[in-house]
Nanobody, 124 residues
Framework: QVQLVESGGGLVQAGGSLRLSCAAS????????MGWFRQAPGKEREFVAA???????GYADSVKGRFTISRDNAKNTGYLQMNSLKPEDTAVYYC??????????????????WGRGTQVTVSS
């Protein structure tokens, strides 16, 4: 099983940018689907973005055009570049993965490895 650790969260003003990282260890990351989810206080965890093992990406409508997901398999690391941040983007962001060659998946149950999350707070 792969282990995931997120980093890069923090406090930023509306309109600013952050880049989240997801470091994977325990298994070679190459054939893993990777996704980012977020959970705001009092809300359910929701899909943000995903990238397949061969680089196909998918995004939630709420972040399309502002966020970019990417991966560096040589470094066993995934990234989420977040631009034009809004207060409604405030949440704990989680990295998730699954050993599969499937295209980007949007459901929580499509993933079986999760990080502990990193807090992103966007002030207005």
């Amino acid at each position: 099983q792969v282990q995931l650790v997120e980093s890069g969260g923090g406090l930023v003003q509306a309109g600013g940018s952050l880049r989240l990282s997801c470091a994977a260890s325990g298994r070679t990351f190459t054939r893993y689907l990777m996704g980012w989810f977020r959970q705001a206080p009092g809300k359910e965890r929701e899909f943000v973005a995903a990238i397949s093992w061969n680089g196909i990406t998918g995004y939630a409508d709420s972040v399309k055009g502002r966020f970019t997901i990417s991966r560096d398999n040589a470094k066993n690391t995934g990234y989420l570049q977040m631009n034009s941040l809004k207060p409604e983007d405030t949440a704990v962001y989680y990295c998730a993965a699954k050993y599969t060659v499937a295209p980007p998946q949007r459901m929580i149950n499509d993933y079986d490895a999760w990080g502990r999350g990193t807090q992103v707070t966007v002030s207005s």
